[in-house]
Every structure is written in C-alpha cells, then in structure tokens.
C-alpha cells in the first residue's frame, strides 16, 4: 500500500537536555591584593527540554527528518565571581492533539490540545559550584570546583490524534471525502475506488453568525478494523477526540443480511475497538440520493430502522448538495442550541 509523505501520526524522537557548566577556580590577583580569596563562579545550568502545541502544525512529517533534538549545555564559571551562561533550552513543537509517551516505560506524559500549551519533559543538569564555595578558615585557597551535573536523556513516541468537532465514519466509498469538500473548504482526494482516502482530512463547516465546526473525513472503516486489518488503528483513534459521529450510509449498497449491514458493521468495529466510542452520538446521513434506484433499499425504511434504534437521520446527496441544508441546521442546533 501506498504511504502518504504528508501526513503523519507516529513518531520516535530522542530527546536530551543540555549538561551543567563546570564551575570555575579562580583568585582574585589585584594591585595591592596579589593573593586575594577564590572568586571562581558557578557554572550554568543546562537547557530544558519543552515540548509546545502549535496550530501552525497539522502533522508530525517534521519529525521524519529530524529525530534527536538537544538543549544547549550551561556555560564554565568564570573568575571574578562570574556565573556561566545557563543553556539556551530547547522548545519542540507539535501540532495539537499530540501525546507524549515515554517510550521505554509506555507512561503517558503529556496530552497537548490547546494552542500555546506546553509541558517541560526535561530539565537541565546544574551548574557546578566554583571554588569560593569551598573556602573555609583552615582552606583559604581551595583549588577545588564541581563539574556540572550532566543532562537527562530520553526516547519519547508521538502520538497525534486529531482535534475535529464531527468525525465522518462509514464503509469505503460512502461518499465521505465528497461530503467533507461540500460541507466545508476542504478539498479533499476523491475518487471511485476503495481507501482513496489514506489520511484523515480536516475542514472547517461555516454556520453563520461566524459559528464554525470542524470536520475530520476518517479514512474508510471495513470489518476487522479493530484488530487491524486494512487502515485499522491507524485512523481508528482519530475518531477519539470527535464530540459527534457523522455516520455515512451508501444508499446504492445492496446488504447481504439486514437492511443496516453496513451500519452495523462500523459500530461493530467502533465498539471493539472502544465501548466509550460506540457510545458517542451518532447522525446518519444517507448519501447518493441521486443515484437510489429500484434496486436499493428504500429511504423511508431506512430512515424508520434507525429511528427505531434512537439514531436521526438524513438522506442527502454530497454530489448535488440536496438535503445537505437540513443536515447543517441539525449540526447548528447541536453544537450551539440556542
């Protein structure tokens, strides 16, 4: 299978913050003071290591070139009490909805969803003490000083899952990428052939009033997703963050069994793969009203078998934009009731 060069959801980076400088011995030499006390200073303190979420980023593909990232060390001690340069610190960013998990350990560390938000993963080594620290009566000229204490290191996997409002879910070839790019600006791939979607696309749904939505088209599901097969976890946690479900039905599909096969099969997959998110409220839209023939399953059953499972639906044509009207007054009154 193909794989997309940009976008990216995984990622290995090792991390490292900069070493405390050494500390200084020194003696003061003056005109009429030529054996004066120690006035060596402290080393600086090394750089941290600071992970921060930006929305100027929407993939982790920076991190395919660059996987080692150091802060910079703290700088000697100098004479005359002089402290070294602390280490510039490191800041790393990511684009938001990025875990941070320790990658030896699996802990999770950090969960970046806001702009600006930011976690300090690793701090710097301390400086080293300089050589007045070690006088005393009895040792006036210490010849001693610390060195600086050294940087931390670690590996840490990336995580990126999405931040959307609705997530549209649905078999391949529902019609899902040809809805995101009717309902928003999002100009998405769109073609006739199964998993023409390989990354999850975003677009933002204009309400009025300046109310906006954003929509993720999740790459298409198929039965056994949950354990992996075809795009599988891949994009399956991509749905996690999504506050509503966007569920698109194909009506030209012909079911072998029931009537909701298709249906069924996604929440099905939605549930294995966690009961939390087959729990989250679902709307169905029922695409490719224009081309329902004979052969198909009638609008009006359909729409009558999810009603009866508590699930409101909308027959709508993505290709055309009928019923779509409907459908956004149904997403206005969901997310912003008045």
Request: net charge positive.
């Amino acid at each position: 299978m193909r794989r997309p060069t940009d976008f990216l959801d995984e990622a290995l980076i090792t991390v490292k913050s900069g070493d405390g400088g050494r500390g200084c011995v020194s003696f003061r030499r003056e005109k009429y003071e030529p054996r004066g006390g120690p006035d060596g200073g402290d080393g600086g303190s090394g750089g941290h290591v600071i992970m921060r979420a930006t929305e100027r980023l929407n993939s982790l593909v920076p991190f395919r070139f660059q996987k080692h990232f150091k802060a910079r060390n703290g700088e000697p001690g100098k004479g005359k009490n002089q402290t070294g340069r602390d280490g510039k610190n490191i800041v790393i960013e990511v684009p938001l909805g990025t875990s941070v998990y320790d990658d030896e350990s699996g802990e999770a560390l950090a969960d970046l969803t806001r702009d600006g938000e930011e976690i300090c993963l690793l701090k710097g080594g301390r400086g080293g003490k300089g050589n007045r620290h070690f006088a005393t009566p009895t040792r006036q000229a210490p010849r001693m000083a610390q060195p600086g204490l050294p940087g931390a290191q670690m590996t840490l996997r990336l995580s990126l899952k999405h931040l959307a409002d609705v997530g549209l879910i649905g078999l391949p070839n529902a019609g899902k990428s040809t809805l995101l790019a009717r309902l928003t600006t999002a100009k998405p791939k769109i073609d006739s052939y199964p998993f023409t979607t390989l990354i999850p696309n975003l677009g933002a749904m204009t309400l009025g009033d300046g109310k906006t939505l954003t929509l993720a088209d999740i790459p298409g599901l198929i039965e056994g997703a949950s354990r992996g097969k075809g795009l599988g976890h891949s994009f399956l946690k991509h749905i996690e963050r999504t506050r509503l479900l966007l569920h698109v039905l194909d009506i030209t599909y012909v079911p072998t069994r029931a009537i909701l096969e298709d249906f069924v099969v996604v929440s099905k997959e939605l549930e294995r793969y966690s009961p939390l998110l087959a729990e989250r409220e679902q709307i169905v839209v029922i695409n490719k009203i224009d081309l329902h023939a004979s052969g198909h399953r009638k609008i009006p059953e359909l729409k009558g078998t999810l009603k009866k499972m508590g699930v409101e639906a909308y027959a709508a044509s993505a290709l055309t934009g009928e019923g779509l009207e409907d459908l956004k007054k149904a997403l206005s009154v969901r997310f912003f009731p008045q």
